[in-house]
T-cell receptor
Framework: NAGVTQTPKFRILKIGQSMTLQCTQDMNHNYMYWYRQDPGMGLKLIYYSVGAGITDKGEVPNGYNVSRSTTEDFPLRLELAAPSQTSVYFC???????????FGQGTRLTVV | QQQVKQSPQSLIVQKGGISIINCAYENTAFDYFPWYQQFPGKGPALLIAIRPDVSEKKEGRFTISFNKSAKQFSLHIMDSQPGDSATYFCAASIMDSNYQLIWGAGTKLIIKP
């Protein structure tokens, strides 16, 4: 099984540009999450979804948007990239039957 | 009240020694406490987890100790090995709250051969 797949692995953006971070899971999990990880700060929740068509804000949603048109896909959109969005982004999913979160390998984003 | 405080930030342990990482929380509604292990360039992966109805859970060399009255829980790694060198995160969640995990800041563990 592929599990949770994120693309791209690395990206450099210029200030003001936009991009979409892709996340796909093949485990039929209902719950999906986007986190950002900054050094010494743990993981901060950006957005989450409890199922197709349902999304909600997490702790740090400003500057991001998400959609969940299918169970498998949960893309994260950055509009007008800012240096403060330089981070490593992780997508995760949970089945909802048990509580283990499965993570993708991350996207390292640098905004210059 | 939603915070989980993790210490130390970094830890160096000799091979064969015991590694201990501590976490503290405020929200008494938390009812699930996992530990995740992260290697460089990878996403976190579940290592071991505990519910507040038990005081200890052991899986191989890894043990979670849980003190409900003190609102603290800790990870003990016995006979630490160089392959255990990684960043460890504690977390907490409320099971009925969309499984949202509140994360500690992480501990970078280095096991010296």
């Amino acid at each position: 099984n592929a599990g949770v797949t994120q693309t791209p692995k690395f990206r450099i953006l210029k200030i003001g540009q936009s991009m979409t971070l892709q996340c796909t899971q093949d485990m039929n999990h209902n719950y999906m999450y986007w986190y950002r990880q900054d050094p010494g700060m743990g993981l901060k929740l950006i957005y989450y979804s409890v199922g197709a068509g349902i999304t909600d804000k997490g702790e740090v949603p400003n500057g991001y948007n998400v959609s969940r048109s299918t169970t498998e896909d949960f893309p994260l959109r950055l509009e007008l990239a800012a240096p403060s969005q330089t981070s490593v982004y992780f997508c995760a999913s949970i089945t909802g039957v048990n509580t283990e979160a499965f993570f993708g390998q991350g996207t390292r984003l640098t905004v210059v | 009240q939603q915070q989980v405080k993790q210490s130390p930030q970094s830890l160096i342990v000799q091979k064969g020694g015991i590694s201990i990482i501590n976490c503290a929380y405020e929200n008494t509604a938390f009812d699930y406490f996992p530990w995740y292990q992260q290697f460089p360039g990878k996403g976190p992966a579940l290592l071991i987890a505990i519910r507040p109805d038990v005081s200890e859970k052991k899986e191989g060399r890894f043990t979670i100790s849980f003190n409900k009255s003190a609102k603290q829980f800790s990870l003990h790694i016995m006979d630490s090995q160089p392959g255990d060198s990684a960043t460890y995160f504690c977390a907490a969640s409320i099971m009925d709250s969309n499984y949202q995990l509140i994360w500690g800041a992480g501990t970078k563990l280095i096991i010296k051969p």
